[in-house]
């Protein structure tokens, strides 16, 4: 990828939790500045969805004029609890369901347009495969899909099956798969074609820590081959790990968009992380706060996430196999918040 | 054997049809044309309600133009991927055990079928074929209709239709990847059914030989045996053998023995001549009434069924066939010179006779040109059967001069009539168009075999399609029910159409109910009033849709062959190849609707 990382480039932007004009959506046009160095992949215009009964009367609106834009190489997070239109969205885009009002566009095509398709990748919630086949059948059948000759359909399902490290179970039928090797499989069938866009619903549903964290680097990996990654969870810290913007949906409305760290950023608050601070050094550092009128919130030792824990754990297991993990919990780095 | 529609030339058939009906072909156009407005209209009314005028009609005219180019941009690697999932789909739904299914019925078939039967080989052949069609078309309406629906419900069409597939492609995937398992089932079934059938009719005589008698000349000289077959099968034959033991039986039950003598062993070979295809060359046919003016019909003995119409007995009414393509050549196969005719005559008594005993006929063959007649050969009619006849080349006219039946009866343009009278006063002969024919060489038992199958893979093929497209709109059951109206409709095709072309007795569909109810007869007009007129102005909309349906319907019955195959008849070629089409252009007409159903629908509700 040729192109810095947007998450530099954007530090000092503006744009904390609490920045837009709470209840107003925000505009598509406020994020236009942002991505228009970079082309446009996905673009929704005011898109509406509402489901409706038989007789026409409506169920639910489960999408409020939506406004949104997708750049090239960005990934692209759809934040909501469930209900919240996430997946909805996803779907419109894939024009799996018709809009009820506005547009969705990918590749500046229609979402109902067929030939869209040859450029995207999906991976849906629950890795909706045919369970009679096995992996190489599986992806053999959507490499067909996708017209690819013979030679080239059984290079890309050799690399896809070593990628999502199903080597072993490549003649094994899906219904035998876990849970974890179904989302794999199903990763690579979204891959086949090599897309510019991967569409995600879901992606960590059901993984494991580990097939999460493999999940993720395989979407940063992505990221940096310069495709467009949109995906939706409920995993906040999915979400933060891998996206450079995200969309929070409520209630089939937009209610925050814009970059990840820019909106987590708490502009009144400082952070210092350092190594080796000795106790007086601690002292002074808290007597120059003082010293400024600052107000110390927090100085204490660092915890490590649960996830890097226990990925920890599973690796040195897996290194020294039949010892007991060697756990290198207490670094000393001390965190300073003022 | 019963032949209700003449069987048509297939380019005849296929571009111009019979008298006053269209072609094949631009009947099959101005039906897409007609299904293809309504859509549009039933389309635009939904759309412009929905979404107004202008994004009504602008979503109207993407799906349109969208479906038109998506059409000719049919990817064959992504129709054979559809397809070879559709087989496995099929295989794992345990398709297999429809085999086990048929080969149960088979096993135990001999329960119930009568082995006593005069014709073992029609009925043997019927309940095959029968039970062939009935299952394959289940099998057929079963996968077609819950294959989408299912892949729906797992929401696996998600991954499918998310890829660059056109929606035609999915329908024409399943539909042929449907048709391909119903082909690997069939070509099972027919082999399993060709061998129950011949090891079923298959029997063994014996022959005392110290039970013939000797047939000797005026001086006491052997010239042969006469004799009959120890009862086997419920049967036995008469014998005429000459002096070395060695000749053919006599034909009972549709087939005969060859014997063998071994010095004063004799056996008795395998039978011959129950599975037969012959081929007839159909004639026209004429009447003559009573007093012997020509008629288009003979009388009606009262039968509803109006396909044969009665000659009466001792009068001079007959029923003429015109043959033309007469010529020499037509004997080519025999090693005796004449004609070979076969006649099947339905015999209606108004006076019992003697019970058993055939009533006579007579057949005259009659120059159409110059008048010359034979003179007349005189036959014994029993009911129903098929009765190979030969004429000679040589035979006497109505005066005794010997004349040659090429020669002197063939016109100049080749025609020949064959007048068919009954002699008994009080009796009457039965005869439709195909019950008097001349026989060409048979045609190989085991092709007329394949071709009624053929003809049985043609109804599966269009039960599937029609499952498979109706369950691009609804669901399983639905679409299943859906289907099965179909097939019903379509097994009562000529009903239906009747029905719908009306004036009928009783009225329409709703006139008929209301009669139902209030135990109205059916000739007495209802009473005038509104209601009246509602009920028939209801009746005249409904007529109106029933006739559209009817065009749509596939006949059944028509595309069914197993009455040629059972009554040993050679299924035509040119009927295999009318069927044939009429299969392709539900595939291609189904397809391309099942696309449009498709594509306006939301995969993801």
């Given at each position: 990828m040729s192109e810095k990382d947007p998450k530099s480039e954007m530090v000092t932007q503006a744009g904390t939790l609490d920045s837009p004009a709470a209840g107003a959506p925000p505009a598509a046009g406020a994020q236009t500045q942002e991505t228009d160095s970079k082309p446009v992949v996905i673009q929704t215009r005011a898109l509406s969805k509402v489901y409706r009964d038989f007789w026409g009367r409506q169920k639910v609106r489960a999408l409020k004029a939506l406004d949104l834009e997708g750049c090239q190489g960005e990934v692209l997070g759809l934040l909501g609890p469930n209900g919240?239109?996430?997946?909805?969205?996803?779907?419109?885009?894939?024009?799996?369901?018709?809009?009820?009002?506005?547009?969705?566009?990918?590749?500046?095509?229609?979402?109902?347009?067929?030939?869209?398709?040859?450029?995207?990748?999906?991976?849906?919630?629950?890795?909706?495969?045919?369970?009679?086949?096995?992996?190489?059948?599986?992806?053999?059948f959507y490499g067909r899909l996708f017209d690819m000759p013979a030679e080239v359909r059984q290079q890309r399902v050799d690399e896809?099956?070593?990628?999502?490290?199903?080597?072993?179970?490549?003649?094994?039928?899906?219904?035998?798969?876990?849970?974890?090797?179904?989302?794999?499989?199903?990763?690579?069938?979204?891959?086949?074609?090599?897309?510019?866009?991967?569409?995600?619903?879901?992606?960590?549903?059901?993984?494991?820590?580990?097939?999460?964290?493999?999940?993720?680097?395989?979407?940063?990996?992505?990221?940096?081959?310069?495709?467009?990654?949109?995906?939706?969870?409920?995993?906040?810290?999915?979400?933060?790990?891998?996206?450079?913007?995200?969309?929070?949906?409520?209630?089939?409305?937009?209610?925050e968009l814009g970059r990840v760290d820019t909106l987590l950023t708490v502009a009144d608050v400082t952070q210092i992380r350092a190594r080796g601070l000795s106790p007086e050094c601690q002292h002074e550092i808290r007597d120059c706060i003082a010293r400024h009128q600052g107000e110390l919130l927090e100085m204490d030792n660092p915890t490590t996430t649960l996830e890097e824990l226990f990925l920890r754990i599973v690796r040195d297991s897996e290194a020294r196999p039949g010892q007991r993990a060697k756990v290198e919990g207490q670094e000393s780095i001390a965190r300073i918040q003022g | 054997m019963v032949l209700e529609h003449e069987i048509l030339p297939y380019f005849q058939w296929l571009l111009y049809g019979a008298d006053e009906s269209?072609?094949?072909?631009?009947?099959?156009?101005?039906?897409?044309?007609?299904?293809?407005?309504?859509?549009?209209?039933?389309?635009?009314?939904?759309?412009?309600?929905?979404?107004?005028?202008?994004?009504?009609?602008?979503?109207?005219?993407?799906?349109?133009?969208?479906?038109?180019?998506?059409?000719?941009?049919?990817?064959?690697?992504?129709?054979?991927?559809?397809?070879?999932?559709?087989?496995?789909?099929?295989?794992?739904?345990?398709?297999?055990?429809?085999?086990?299914?048929?080969?149960?019925?088979?096993?135990?078939?001999?329960?119930?079928?009568?082995?006593?039967?005069?014709?073992?080989?029609?009925?043997?052949?019927?309940?095959?074929?029968?039970?062939?069609?009935?299952?394959?078309?289940?099998?057929?309406?079963?996968?077609?209709?819950?294959?989408?629906?299912?892949?729906?419900?797992?929401?696996?069409?998600?991954?499918?239709?998310?890829?660059?597939?056109?929606?035609?492609?999915?329908?024409?995937?399943?539909?042929?990847?449907?048709?391909?398992?119903?082909?690997?089932?069939?070509?099972?079934?027919g082999g399993c059914s060709y061998i129950f059938v011949i090891r079923s009719l298959d029997h063994r005589h014996t022959i005392d030989a110290s039970s013939l008698v000797r047939v000797t000349d005026r001086e006491g000289t052997l010239i042969g045996y006469d004799g009959r077959t120890s009862t086997d099968a419920y049967h036995h034959h008469l014998l005429e053998l000459d002096t070395e033991h060695n000749g053919d039986s006599a034909v009972t039950s549709g087939h005969y023995h060859r014997i063998e003598g071994h010095g004063e062993q004799v056996r008795v070979l395998e039978p011959t001549g129950y599975l037969r295809a012959r081929v007839p060359k159909w004639g026209k046919l004429r009447f003559k009434d009573r007093k012997g003016v020509d008629k288009a019909v003979g009388i009606?003995?009262?039968?509803?069924?109006?396909?044969?119409?009665?000659?009466?007995?001792?009068?001079?009414?007959?029923?003429?066939?015109?043959?033309?393509?007469?010529?020499?050549?037509?004997?080519?196969?025999?090693?005796?010179e004449g004609l070979p005719l076969g006649l099947i005559t339905r015999v209606f008594r108004t006076h019992k006779g003697v019970i058993g005993r055939p009533i006579s006929g007579a057949i005259q063959l009659r120059n159409p040109q110059t008048g010359l007649k034979s003179d007349a050969i005189t036959f014994l009619a029993k009911d129903a059967q098929v009765d190979d006849q030969f004429i000679d080349r040589e035979l006497p006219d109505s005066e005794g001069n010997t004349i040659d039946l090429y020669n002197d009866l063939v016109s100049d343009d080749g025609e020949l009539e064959i007048w068919i009278q009954c002699l008994e006063q009080g009796q009457y002969y039965g005869y439709a168009q195909a019950d008097c024919y001349i026989r060409l060489p048979d045609g190989s038992p085991l092709w007329n075999y394949v071709?009624?199958?053929?003809?049985?893979?043609?109804?599966?093929?269009?039960?599937?399609?029609?499952?498979?497209?109706?369950?691009?709109?609804?669901?399983?059951?639905?679409?299943?029910?859906?289907?099965?109206?179909?097939?019903?409709?379509?097994?009562?095709?000529?009903?239906?159409?009747?029905?719908?072309?009306?004036?009928?007795?009783?009225?329409?569909?709703?006139?008929?109910?209301?009669?139902?109810?209030?135990?109205?007869?059916?000739?007495?007009?209802?009473?005038?009033?509104?209601?009246?007129?509602?009920?028939?102005?209801?009746?005249?909309?409904?007529?109106?849709?029933?006739?559209?349906?009817?065009?749509?319907l596939p006949d059944f019955s028509a595309l069914s062959t197993i009455g040629f195959a059972a009554h040993g008849y050679d299924i035509p070629g040119d009927l295999i190849a009318q069927d044939l089409t009429i299969c392709l252009g539900y595939i291609v007409g189904l397809s391309v609707l099942g696309y449009f159903l498709l594509r306006t629908r939301e995969i993801a509700r």
């Open positions: 919240s239109g996430k997946t909805t969205t996803i779907k419109l885009l894939l024009g799996l369901l018709f809009p009820s009002e506005g547009e969705a566009l990918i590749f500046g095509k229609s979402a109902t347009d067929v030939s869209k398709n040859e450029r995207i990748g999906y991976l849906p919630e629950e890795s909706y495969l045919y369970r009679f086949l096995n992996a190489e059948e599986t992806l053999d896809l099956i070593r990628l999502v490290g199903l080597d072993k179970a490549r003649r094994r039928q899906l219904q035998e798969y876990s849970k974890g090797m179904t989302r794999r499989i199903g990763l690579a069938q979204a891959l086949i074609n090599d897309p510019d866009l991967i569409l995600l619903d879901e992606p960590t549903s059901g993984l494991d820590p580990i097939g999460t964290r493999e999940m993720k680097d395989m979407i940063l990996r992505l990221k940096s081959e310069g495709k467009t990654v949109v995906m939706c969870s409920h995993l906040l810290a999915d979400v933060q790990d891998v996206c450079d913007r995200i969309a929070i949906l409520h209630q089939g409305e937009l209610k | 269209l072609g094949a072909l631009p009947r099959f156009f101005l039906i897409v044309l007609a299904v293809a407005l309504l859509g549009l209209l039933l389309g635009a009314i939904v759309n412009v309600a929905r979404h107004g005028l202008l994004r009504g009609g602008d979503r109207i005219y993407g799906i349109v133009a969208t479906g038109f180019r998506e059409l000719f941009s049919i990817s064959p690697r992504r129709t054979w991927a559809l397809t070879s999932l559709a087989m496995k789909e099929a295989w794992r739904r345990r398709v297999v055990v429809s085999l086990v299914l048929y080969l149960v019925i088979l096993l135990f078939a001999s329960w119930f079928l009568r082995t006593d039967n005069q014709e073992p080989a029609k009925l043997l052949l019927s309940f095959v074929l029968m039970a062939t069609t009935y299952l394959v078309l289940g099998i057929a309406l079963l996968l077609g209709a819950f294959s989408l629906p299912g892949d729906f419900k797992s929401k696996t069409i998600y991954t499918v239709v998310t890829k660059p597939v056109r929606a035609g492609e999915i329908i024409l995937g399943r539909i042929l990847g449907f048709s391909l398992v119903g082909t690997v089932l069939l070509v099972v079934m009606s003995v009262g039968s509803e069924w109006t396909y044969r119409s009665f000659i009466d007995g001792g009068t001079l009414a007959a029923a003429i066939w015109t043959f033309s393509g007469i010529d020499e050549s037509i004997d080519d196969y025999l090693d005796k071709k009624a199958y053929i003809s049985i893979w043609v109804q599966m093929v269009i039960v599937t399609s029609i499952g498979v497209t109706a369950s691009a709109l609804v669901s399983g059951p639905v679409a299943m029910l859906f289907t099965v109206s179909f097939i019903v409709l379509g097994f009562f095709r000529e009903f239906f159409v009747w029905i719908a072309n009306g004036p009928s007795w009783g009225g329409g569909p709703v006139e008929s109910l209301v009669r139902l109810v209030t135990q109205k007869n059916v000739i007495s007009k209802l009473d005038p009033g509104p209601g009246t007129t509602l009920i028939q102005g209801i009746d005249d909309v409904l007529q109106f849709f029933m006739q559209g349906l009817a065009q749509l």
